[in-house]
Structures are given as C-alpha cells and as structure tokens.
C-alpha cells in the first residue's frame, strides 16, 4: 500500500492544477491499485459547481488509486453536507454517490490506513471571503462547528493523545507566520482564529510523527515534523 498527499487542488480547474494527477506529472500514480491513497490537504473543490457537472470528479474517479481528502474552506459545504456518512477505517466519512474510489475524511476523525492512525481536521477561514461571498461560494461550514471540536477531542482522547500522523488544512497559531512565508498569503498576513487555537491545544496535547497542512498555497516544511504542501505530490514513505 502506498500513500501521496499533495495541497489544494481547487477543483482542478486552474490551468496549473488540471493535469496535476496525468502521468507527466505523477508517474507513480499510473502503478497504484484502489488500495493505494492519494490525500488532498483541503480546498478539494469538486465538483467545482453546484449543478453536479461533476466532469472533474469523474476525471478524478477514473484514476486507478483511492483519492481522500480533509475539507478546506473553499468546499461546496452544501453538497458535501448532504453525502452519506458511512464507516471507513475506523472513522466516518462522507462518500459521493457514483464515485467509490473519492472519500471525504471528516473533522475531528481519526483513521487506520494501513497501520497508521490520521487524524484529520479540515475547515479553514477563507481570507478571500468578500469575494467568495460575491459568487456565492462562500459558507459559514468552513470553520468547524462546536460539535466538530467536541468530536476531536473525543477521538483524540480515544486514542490516548497519541497518533502517527495528523492532516489539517490551516495550521496552529504558533506555525501560521513560518507557513504563510515571507511573501504573504494572497498578500496576506497570519490570520489567528478559533481554528488555529485549536491546533495549537492539539500541538501542545498530542503525540505524533508528523503533520501536514494544505491552505497556503506553497510547498514548504516549517521544520523537521511539519510540512506545508500545495502542488507537490509527496510518498509518505519519505516521513516515516
Ligand atoms: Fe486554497
């Protein structure tokens, strides 16, 4: 079994992202089986419209390996709240109705893949959110609710605060200013919320190899069990 994670993709829809997963760009990917994973870090974005021309999901569907993926804050919260949640390795998660081999990893969840425990937490706040609202693209669900936190916490407990690796879209207060670098994010600074005081508690609390993050839409490690992911497809064999 193997397992990618690669950042945001958007939809697929950029002209940078669209042939993110073809063979020019992810040879491996053209050797693995349903058993094999490849994890989006949030900001999945499909389908990439709210009148199910789901092309992009179809596209992705047609691949031969299992894609998951965490939410991020540009999500169609909408569609995505009305999937079915089923039990996935040990976790619940959402699954889209024609596409078995594309799996939502919800918030606060811990899973078994493979032998190694992931816990997950998407949601981010959208920096962007004026204009997002202005399309109609924007969703009061991109921060996790109270409900959310509460399930974290539950799961982490059930797993005594020790996990092998953690997926989350944003990243703890303490990180944000090494994550977003020294160009800014979208000409942005650190955005400190409710979210990211959380990680923070998850920083302190728990015990784990490493964590990924998506959001900031650049490839960086922070330090040695922290890395930030965008259009990079990396083997998790590599942080074991
Ligand atoms: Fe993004």
């Excluded at 609202?133 to 609710?145: L, V, Y």
């Excluded at 600074?189 to 839409?217: I, M, P, Q, S």
């Amino acid at each position: 079994m193997a397992v990618y994670l690669t950042g945001d993709t958007h939809g697929m829809v950029g002209s940078k992202d669209f042939d993110r997963f073809e063979v020019w760009n992810f040879p491996e990917g053209a050797k693995l089986t349903r058993d094999d994973y490849l994890i989006v870090l949030g900001d999945f974005g499909m389908p990439s419209d709210l009148f199910d021309s789901d092309h992009d999901l179809r596209s992705l569907a047609a691949k031969p390996w299992t894609a998951l993926f965490i939410d991020g804050n540009h999500e169609h919260f909408d569609y995505l709240n009305h999937l079915k949640i089923e039990k996935w390795h040990g976790g619940a998660v959402h699954r889209y109705p024609r596409y078995e081999n594309i799996v939502h990893l919800m918030r606060g969840e811990v899973y078994d893949i493979g032998g190694y425990s992931f816990f997950c937490m998407g949601g981010a706040q959208s920096i962007d959110k004026a204009i997002q609202q202005s399309w109609g693209t924007w969703f009061p669900e991109e921060m996790p609710d109270e409900a959310e936190y509460a399930n974290a916490r539950k799961n982490l407990a059930r797993y005594g605060w020790r996990v092998d690796f953690v997926l989350s879209h944003t990243c703890a207060t303490r990180y944000l200013a090494e994550a977003i670098g020294d160009k800014g994010f979208i000409g942005v600074g650190a955005v400190n919320d409710e979210l990211t005081d959380f990680l923070d508690e998850v920083e302190d609390k728990l015990e784990y190899r490493h964590w990924f993050c998506g959001h900031f839409h650049r490839d960086c490690n922070i330090d040695s069990r922290h890395t930030v992911l965008y259009r990079s497809i990396v083997d998790l064999e590599d942080y074991l």
